[in-house]
């Protein structure tokens, strides 16, 4: 009768390990995948922030200078929006070389770090898209 506690006992053991140890390799997993992803977003973003910005240049051009204010400040961000490009290329890098071997801390400060600079990029597009609207109804008066 020992025996059979003490087998049961083990094995209840074996599985509890089993199953930590599995649901610690899915939340890494999940926190790799959401690095590569959120990667992938924030650089589909910083492109069309890229994009709008030449196009509001070109929208520039016909409009009187004091008309202009707002969108000569959002295309002062041109540096930033390359920095940000340079800085995801090292995430990127840093993800190739050290993702295996990274913490699971280390690769929740990535993600996180990852979705704040998304988040601050969706907020300069949604700007880009108002200076936008603004010169294109200056532009049809």
């Known amino acids: 009768m020992n025996y059979l506690i003490a087998s049961i006992a083990l094995v209840l053991a074996g599985l509890a390990f089993y199953f930590l140890r599995e ?24 492109i069309a922030c890229r994009e709008r910005m030449q196009n509001l240049r070109g929208m520039l051009v016909d409009l009187p200078e004091e008309m202009t204010g707002d969108a000569d400040e959002a295309l002062a961000a041109d ?18 070389q050290h993702a295996a071997e990274a913490r699971q801390a280390e690769l929740d ?32 008066r």
């Open 23 to 46: 649901r610690r390799w899915r939340r890494r997993e999940q926190a790799l995948r959401s690095l590569l992803d959120e990667a992938d977003t924030l650089e589909a973003s910083l």
């Open 109 to 140: 400060v990535a993600v996180g770090a990852l979705r704040q600079s998304r988040r601050s990029m969706e907020r300069q597009l949604q700007h880009l898209d108002e200076i936008t609207a603004a010169l294109r109804e200056a532009q049809a």
């Open 79 to 96: 540096d930033k929006v390359q920095a940000a490009l340079r800085d995801l290329l090292q995430h990127r890098l840093w993800i190739q």
